[in-house]
């Protein structure tokens, strides 16, 4: 690399994600209602900074993504995307509780977000936002005309942003046929197929991708996942893509339990599309499904601000489960609470719940998933699963 | 009372109802949509996959085969050859850098404009110059290059200034002080392309053996051809080696050893010395007995080493372009022979093993003999009468040898000829070695003329470096070496890391008949045809030749043609050496072996003397006395042989 220090990209990294991990243990343990609370504020500074790139902005291939603070830089537009999620998260619980002019004050703020990252211009970005937004409505339960007129009218959309924009045009052409401009248009393509494609079965081995070296563009962030591919070849990939599909079910499920409040559950729905799909993005870029653009795989590629960005976006999720997972519990103390004043005899309640059930009068996540832990320290196991399903 | 309590039971019960089914229904509406999504990314991940499985398995040969071609290049060894040096470290043969200067007119276009522009800003110029701002800037470059490039400046315009070309060659060879004066100029457009550049310091006085190399830097002759390989550095010159997008290559991907810049050198046998004493003394010999080429071979009995191996017409391998094709062969190695009267000491040595002479017999030399209607006659033309075998070497006679030889079983001297190794190469290391020519068994025992003409070595062949080993043979007590010419690889430490493989010595002769017929060889020179290689105070062991060439198109001998020889060991009771000249078609009358040969191989022996610091033996003669002899020698009843 050009950087002079051979740990440039290792000393980057790991500021990152010491940073991330920072911002992630802070997630998982201060309540989703503190986002809540502060979601307009995270929200609307985030897409003032995203608007600021335009003019403020450090330019880089052709695009201006990143704002500089000294010696750090950072790219807001990554920050949208746990912003976009809590926001809409409470957008969606909202909804149906809203007149018509409050329903587009609140669709035109989503909406600005995703306006704003798509002029700077992050179209990548813009499209995965969108599809998150358009599948946590889905999941949200907004009536189908209205997630289909929106879905045509971003496809229309998407379609005049590509056709009248000329980088956009010619990237679009050369991934067409990539082959026939491979020294031009096509080259970032056609170096990531190669890569992809000298992988074969088994893979080089880690570490051994021949193609990384200054053939691939980006082999650190847009095209991490040829190298992946290249190392470790199908049999690689198609763990990767289980994997992929395992974190989806493991984050989407808890959509169902409805025992939870709207709001978390769509939380913790919404986290997982967004990781996942940028996921799903970047493997269609490298595998020429879709045009190039610049997307970095979550969790994988080089980049600070995306690594704190999808830590903090994985934070939400955990805090989200735990408290979908704590919701049973809550109702459950909330029946036995009623059960007390009525006075209704009925069979005894195991003995290490009433302390839980008494200590929270009202819906307190954090205090319900504390008072569990220590729950589960003192009586292992066997008392935790019979309270967690009260008959 | 009860009836309105019922009443609001009953509204709250619908209302109840009314939830339930309402979160019944948006239950439902959930897990559907759920369900939906899930299999929207179940698709999703297939159809990635599926992409995955084609690219990584169907069009994986194609995009293998594709990457493969991007990241691999073969590659010439960049190591330099590695350099010769003779036994003493004299060098031999050097690799040094030479360049080729390319120029691109049109980034010297690019880099006119761009200062132009400069100098526009910084307002040193003005708009209307522009369009003289190119050729100003070639004229400028022109200017300076011309003295470093040696050209004109006036081409070095027209060459620049010609952007219809994108490559220009200026020059093919540029010395490193050179390039470093272009590359402080800091001129655009300018390529240059690195290539290595054999220097042989010694040129002319060793070319036959060093050789040299082609453009290509593979070896054409001498030992440059026949160790190419070892002297490439590498095996495998054309190997295939990784590099990535930058052109730069991959260390991991590189084989061991392969920029092994160890201060390698082979080293040779050679002695420089010795090599340009022979060199120039057959150089002279060659012009002062109008010969059309001559040789002188300086072997190491002990051990086959080549002290030295000069040849004429010689070439110089620095300039290789004076030269026609012919030249580069080295004709001692690859031209065959008869060697006449110096296979005569052999040939005793031989009798002596088989106990059939004795070095005592005393044969009938009465000056010709007929043999299957054809009929043998000494040099000298008449006989010598009853002479002593030490008298049919001294005076070389032809009827005594063949005599002598008589006395063998013609079956067992041939298996002696062939034992020697007659017929067969030597193994020198040097290209193209021919072997010996030399009949069947069959003709040999049925014709007696056979064994009579090899009695004095004709209808035998060898190359002239073939018989200096079998002499070596009788100087170094009776056995067969190799001779050769590289000795070692020496590495910077200068611990060998290479070695010949060399055939260990075979014992051909006894002991004791070698040391026989070298005592006969010592009186040759010391008083019979050899006398002109005489040096007072030493003792040499020698034998002149004098042989008809065969006629290369066809059968019989060339007439009026001669190879004339003289080979010497030296000193005689403990050989060192053993020197052979060859003079071939002298031009002079009356050249035979003792007087075109023999006084080329004293002026070598007198440089082998000075240069080990031998002493003599016994006392030197007075100068007087020097004077007489030679006197004798060169008149005495011209000896012959």
């Known amino acids: ?391 | 009372m009860t009836q309105l309590r019922t009443n609001r039971e009953r509204a709250n019960e619908f209302q109840l109802r009314r939830l339930e089914k309402m979160s019944l229904r948006h239950s439902r509406q959930t897990k559907q949509r759920y369900s939906f999504v899930g299999v929207l990314f179940l698709l999703l991940m297939g159809y990635l996959g599926w992409t995955l499985f084609q690219l990584q398995v169907l069009k994986a040969p194609d995009l293998r085969a594709r990457a493969l071609q991007q990241q691999t290049k073969r590659v010439r060894s960049y190591l330099p050859r590695l350099p010769l040096a003779d036994r003493k470290g004299v060098a031999l043969a050097n690799d040094e850098p030479i360049y080729a200067l390319y120029a691109h007119p049109y980034i010297l276009q690019k880099e006119a404009e761009i200062q132009f522009r400069q100098n526009l800003k910084k307002k040193k110029t003005t708009l209307d110059q522009q369009s003289s701002a190119f050729p100003n800037y070639v004229k400028r470059a022109a200017e300076e290059l011309a003295p470093i490039l040696k050209t004109s400046q006036k081409k070095l315009v027209t060459q620049l200034g010609d952007t219809s070309k994108t490559t220009i060659s200026l020059t093919r060879d540029l010395g490193q002080g050179e390039m470093e004066q272009v590359e402080a100029l800091k001129l655009a457009g300018l390529e240059k392309e690195m290539r290595r550049r054999r220097v042989y310091p010694t040129g002319e006085e060793s070319a036959n053996l060093v050789g040299f190399i082609d453009y290509n830097g593979v070896g054409q002759s001498g030992i440059e051809q026949f160790y190419n390989r070892a002297l490439a550095g590498i095996d495998d010159k054309n190997r295939k080696l990784y590099f990535n997008g930058f052109g730069q290559i991959l260390a991991s991907q590189t084989p061991e050893n392969y920029f092994q810049t160890d201060d390698r050198n082979m080293v040779l046998s050679l002695d420089m010395r010795l090599q340009r004493a022979a060199h120039l003394a057959v150089q002279q010999g060659v012009q002062e007995y109008k010969a059309k080429r001559g040789a002188a071979i300086i072997l190491d009995p002990r051990n086959g080493e080549i002290l030295a191996l000069a040849s004429s017409p010689a070439f110089d391998n620095n300039a290789l372009g004076k030269y026609g094709p012919k030249v580069f062969k080295n004709w001692t190695v690859t031209e065959l022979y008869e060697p006449g009267s110096t296979f005569k000491p052999l040939n005793i040595a031989m009798g002596l093993d088989s106990g059939r002479i004795r070095a005592n017999d005393v044969v009938y030399d009465g000056g010709s003999l007929t043999l299957s209607r054809r009929t043998i006659r000494n040099a000298s033309g008449h006989g010598n009468g009853a002479i002593s075998v030490t008298e049919v070497l001294k005076r070389s006679s032809n009827i005594g040898m063949v005599r002598l030889m008589q006395k063998l079983d013609r079956g067992d001297y041939y298996d002696r000829l062939r034992a020697l190794g007659i017929g067969r190469k030597s193994g020198i290391d040097l290209p193209g070695e021919a072997a010996g020519i030399f009949k069947s068994k069959g003709q040999f025992v049925r014709y007696p003329i056979e064994s009579a003409t090899t009695a004095f070595g004709q209808g035998v062949s060898m190359t002239p470096l073939q018989l200096v080993r079998f002499h070596s043979a009788l100087a170094n007590g009776g056995y067969l070496v190799q001779p050769h010419l590289a000795t070692k690889i020496m590495n910077s430490q200068g611990e060998a890391i290479w070695n010949p493989e060399l055939t260990p010595p075979k014992r051909i002769f006894s002991e004791k008949s070698a040391r026989t017929v070298r005592q006969m060889m010592v009186q040759i020179v010391e008083s019979g045809t050899g006398k002109a290689a005489k040096i007072p105070g030493y003792e040499i062991a020698g034998k002149t030749g004098t042989a008809q060439k065969v006629n290369p198109n066809g059968r019989g001998y060339l007439q009026g043609k001669k190879i004339t020889s003289f080979i010497a060991h030296f000193p005689a009771d403990k050989p060192r050496y053993v020197v052979l000249v060859v003079m071939d078609e002298p031009g002079v009358p009356g050249a035979f072996g003792s007087t075109t040969a023999a006084p080329v191989v004293r002026k070598i022996l007198e440089e082998i003397i000075s240069a080990d610091r031998i002493l003599p033996k016994g006392p030197i003669p007075l100068p007087g006395r020097l004077e007489d002899d030679n006197k004798e020698a060169a008149k005495g009843g011209a000896p012959r042989d």
């Open chain 1, 1 to 391: 690399m050009a950087y002079g220090n051979p740990l440039y990209f290792v000393f980057r990294q790991l500021l990152g994600i010491v940073l991330g991990l920072g911002v992630f243990f802070f997630t998982c343990r201060v309540p989703l209602s503190f986002w809540f609370r502060w979601s307009p504020l995270f929200f609307f500074s985030v897409l003032a900074l995203v608007v600021a790139t335009r003019f403020i902005g450090i330019e880089l291939n052709g695009a201006s993504r990143w704002l500089y603070l000294g010696p750090i830089s950072i790219q807001p537009s990554e920050f949208a995307k746990p912003a976009l999620v809590i926001h809409t998260a409470l957008l969606l619980e909202r909804w149906p509780k809203l007149d018509l002019s409050n329903r587009l004050l609140w669709a035109v703020t989503t909406l600005a977000m995703i306006g704003a990252v798509l002029v700077q211009p992050n179209l990548s970005m813009a499209v995965l936002l969108s599809v998150v937004l358009w599948l946590m409505a889905f999941l949200g339960g907004l009536p189908l005309s209205l997630l289909l007129t929106g879905l045509g009218a971003g496809t229309a959309l998407a379609v005049y942003k590509i056709s009248t924009t000329t980088y956009q045009l010619s990237r679009f052409e050369a991934f067409s046929d990539p082959f026939a401009q491979a020294q031009t248009g096509g080259y970032q393509l056609v170096q990531s197929l190669l890569a992809v494609g000298s992988g074969g079965w088994w893979g080089t081995g880690f570490g051994l991708s021949q193609q990384k070296a200054n053939f691939l563009p980006y082999p650190y962030s847009d095209f991490i996942f040829a190298v992946f591919a290249e190392e470790f070849g199908l049999i690689g990939c198609l763990a990767f893509l289980c994997f992929l599909l395992l974190f989806l079910w493991s984050g989407l499920r808890f959509v169902l339990q409805l025992s939870a409040p709207k709001r978390v559950r769509i939380v913790a729905a919404g986290a997982t599309l967004m990781m996942v799909i940028q996921s799903a993005i970047h493997i269609a870029v490298v595998v020429g499904a879709i045009p190039p653009t610049g997307m970095p795989l979550p969790l994988v590629s080089y980049g600070g601000s995306g690594l704190v960005a999808t830590l903090l976006t994985a934070g939400l999720l955990v805090r989200a489960v735990r408290e979908v997972c704590a919701a049973p519990l809550l109702e459950a103390a909330e029946r036995f609470k009623k059960q007390q004043e009525t006075k209704e005899q009925q069979a005894p309640m195991a003995p290490v719940y009433a302390p839980v059930a008494g200590a929270i009068p009202v819906y307190s996540p954090s205090r319900a998933i504390r008072e569990r832990r220590r729950a589960r320290r003192k009586t292992q196991g066997e008392l935790i699963r019979r309270n967690r399903k009260p008959s």
